[in-house]
């Protein structure tokens, strides 16, 4: 390759379009990129959508010479599904978590996998390796299996089994340990305060575990390491005492590594952004993941080419890093048949998401002796929810829609469901407080509500309302730091639709709740 090839080789591209554009066309022939990442605003619809825009894109590089492209797209379950329609709704890594099961995990991996590579998707962002120890972390959450990191490695590990069984690249991220930040990278640059053996103990772990199961990329993470890069630490995307130093060094990893996206804030922007490029290529990244700015496509497709030819990047250096890509596409060459796409959605993958569901609810307490519900035909349950919405760039959750109500409504006839703001003001509160003041047992579901004071305040004004309640917290198990007088309180991790049904059938006692915390609520609860 001339080294207009190489630098192409190493930059992944996006564009805006349901479908092949000219624009994106004049892409690949002018910087002859490694791939390109596929975003669910700006590129998806359905599964037959998909399955028809990755073919496309694919003879569109092979008719102008390139190697088959790497397809990537976030597709994590729970909270972040770059594919929602049509696919099957797994309830995501922390409800894993809460099961315990790395047979589940690794059957996920399988679901996730076989459904992608059916759409023509071959890299996957996926596992989130983080082990969210901070309550407050404001970008992880339950992308995270959890707490403890020898349960975090091990699930990670058999969902990246399972994932690369089915012929698509697993990536192990966000390196070196995103799950105790305080600020969201997507935002500004953010630092893990903590020395070397802290990290090697707690964050360090997982990412081991993804390596030894032999993960064929990792993503760097925007945050600095001061314990590392001294006070002044840059992003891990631009250290190569991270990437090169630990990852490889001291972790062995041989693979690719791609940066997280580059337009997030912790890298500098604008102009700026070609030598961020420069820097993350000269500290180790092999895959420059480019969001869909025409003018950062030529900042970086420029500066790193105007780098090469000024020996201000290695030519040697950089063949190599180009030489994993290419290992990365003949590893996807040779995979397993591509399935049809029959598989997506399909009734065996339902069964496995149902199955995470069911054994990850947890019943936290039920002081009231509420449970197993037994309320007669003619008695009304209410059941209250906040309207979904996207709490950080990585997430999907506006697009669902939690059936809940409709779940419960296959077990009892008489459910009034109130619909609220995610940060419902007094009007709010009141109006719902008076809706269902006549019902005879209210299920109160939250959000992240131990951020969210309207939610909190309402679900305090409830209990105290002398209406039998059961507080259901849908995303992050935290929620009862805010309301420690609940006399009743579920965890679900999810509003995806099996978790929805799962906890209907749990509420009216068709199973046992049998899910524990994956990670502690403070001065209340430990992780189980």
Not at 476 to 504: H, K, N, V, W
Request: hydrophobic share 40%.
């Amino acid at each position: 390759m001339n080294s207009q090839d190489l630098i192409g080789q190493k930059i992944l591209l996006a564009f805006k379009g349901k479908k092949p554009t000219p624009g994106i066309a004049a892409a690949l022939q002018k910087y002859r990129p490694a791939g390109l990442t596929l975003f669910r605003s700006l590129n998806i619809d359905n599964p037959t959508q998909v399955r028809t825009l990755t073919g496309s894109l694919q003879r569109l590089a092979q008719d102008i010479g390139l190697p088959p492209l790497l397809i990537a797209t976030d597709q994590e379950g729970g909270q972040l599904m770059a594919i929602g329609k049509g696919v099957t709704p797994l309830p995501g890594n922390m409800a894993l978590g809460a099961t315990g099961s790395t047979e589940l995990a690794r059957r996920a991996g399988e679901v996730l996998g076989s459904e992608l590579a059916a759409m023509g998707v071959n890299v996957n962002y996926a596992p989130s390796c983080d082990v969210n120890i901070n309550p407050h972390n404001p970008v992880i959450g339950t992308r995270s299996f959890g707490e403890k990191p020898d349960k975090v490695a091990s699930l990670a590990a058999a969902l990246i089994n399972g994932m690369q069984s089915q012929g698509v690249a697993a990536v192990a991220k966000h390196f070196p340990g995103h799950g105790d930040t305080a600020s969201d990278s997507h935002h500004g640059l953010t630092s893990l305060p903590h020395d070397l053996d802290r990290l090697q103990q707690v964050e360090f772990p997982p990412f081991r575990a993804a390596v030894e199961a032999g993960v064929k990329l990792v993503m760097s993470a925007h945050l600095a390491l001061p314990a590392i890069d001294g006070l002044d630490a840059p992003p891990a995307t631009l250290s190569p005492s991270i990437l090169q130093g630990i990852l490889r060094g001291q972790l062995g990893f041989e693979g690719v590594i791609v940066s997280d996206a580059m337009d997030m804030q912790a890298i500098r922007q604008g102009e700026a952004l070609g030598e961020q490029a420069i820097r993350a290529a000269s500290a180790g990244v092999d895959l420059l993941l480019l969001t869909s700015n025409p003018a950062d496509h030529r900042r970086v497709f420029t500066s790193l080419k105007k780098a090469i030819e000024q020996g201000v990047l290695d030519q040697e250096d950089i063949s190599k890093s180009v030489e994993r890509i290419l290992s990365l596409k003949r590893w996807l060459a040779g995979g397993p048949p591509v399935p049809g796409l029959e598989v997506v959605g399909c009734a065996g993958h339902q069964a496995v998401a149902a199955e995470i569901a069911e054994r990850s609810i947890t019943l936290v307490r039920d002081q009231a002796k509420l449970l197993p519900l037994t309320l007669g035909a003619e008695q009304h349950l209410a059941v209250i929810i906040p309207k979904p919405v996207d709490l950080t760039p990585a997430d999907t959750s506006s697009y669902i829609t939690p059936g809940l109500a409709a779940a419960i409504r296959g077990y009892h006839p008489n459910v009034d469901e109130y619909i609220i703001p995610y940060a419902p003001e007094e009007p709010d509160i009141s109006a719902v407080l008076q809706q269902s003041s006549s019902c005879d047992l209210v299920i109160c579901c939250t959000l992240n509500a131990f951020e969210s004071p309207g939610q909190a305040e309402l679900v305090r004004r409830i209990l105290q309302s002398g209406v039998p309640t059961i507080v259901v917290a849908l995303r992050l198990p935290y929620d009862l730091i805010a309301f420690p007088e609940a006399p009743a309180y579920i965890c679900t991790y999810s509003i995806q639709e099996p978790s929805m049904r799962a906890l209907a059938k749990a509420l009216f006692g068709h199973f046992v709740f049998g899910g524990k915390l994956p990670v502690s609520i403070p001065e209340l609860y430990p992780a189980g």
